[in-house]
T-cell receptor, first 111, second 114 residues
């Protein structure tokens, strides 16, 4: 099966920058998504990468290296409301397409 | 309207009961998904429907039976569940199963099997 690995927990200070990594096996890759999930709520979409490079969306950026099976989510100017779980999800062709979520990273932002 | 709705929000059922979870979207999305999420774990894909046809079944036990009556609705029929099936069940939809289209998730149904 496909293993998609992320650090379990991270802690950072308000106003700082944090990078959350995601690694996956490269076979059959068809796109990578980042989602944010607050406790007790549904995941919400943050970013999508299918080609190598950096995608920037306000305070959030996501990077992809397909040859290395590696992505990261960069959060700048951290705010308390950014305390949440961050999930990377990799899509693979299978029939139509299937999505496998990474292990998730719980981020705690401290004042 | 970018909302996916799910009913009920909470469900408690015995192991001999039959119940159904419902999901609805009116965004014209042609792909719909069921996920199971245990506490402090990521969502696990159960089923994918594309253009109202079941395209992926992730080896889910037959006590879970999906149904897509039309392009806006997705049901999950439950029968003879086990306590370990207690979890948050999330429905999601996307414009297409492929392409640069993110999934929109519903708020989930929190299921407890007693």
């Amino acid at each position: 099966g496909q293993n998609i690995d992320q650090p379990t927990e991270m802690t950072a200070t308000e106003g700082a920058i944090v990078q959350i990594n995601c690694t996956y096996q490269t076979s059959g890759f068809n796109g990578l998504f980042w989602y944010q999930q607050h406790a007790g709520e549904a995941p919400t979409f943050l970013s999508y990468n299918v080609l190598d490079g950096l995608e920037e969306k306000g305070r959030f950026s996501s990077f992809l290296s397909r040859s290395k099976g590696y992505s990261y989510l960069l959060l700048k100017e951290l705010q308390m409301k950014d305390s949440a779980s961050y999930l990377c999800a990799v899509r693979f062709p299978s029939g139509t397409y299937k999505y496998i979520f990474g292990t998730g990273t719980r981020l705690k932002v401290l004042a | 309207d970018t909302e996916v709705t799910q009913t009920p929000k909470h469900l408690v059922m015995g192991m001999t009961n039959k119940k159904s979870l419902k999901c609805e979207q009116h965004m014209g999305h042609r792909a719909m998904y069921w996920y199971k999420q245990k506490a402090k774990k990521p969502p696990e894909l159960m089923f994918v429907y594309s253009y109202e046809k079941l395209s992926i079944n992730e080896s889910v036990p037959s006590r879970f039976s999906p149904e897509c009556p039309n392009s806006s609705l997705l049901n999950l029929h439950l029968h003879a569940l086990q306590p370990e099936d207690s979890a948050l069940y999330l429905c999601a939809s996307s414009q297409e199963a492929g392409g640069p289209y993110e999934q929109y998730f519903g708020p989930g149904t929190r299921l407890t099997v007693t």
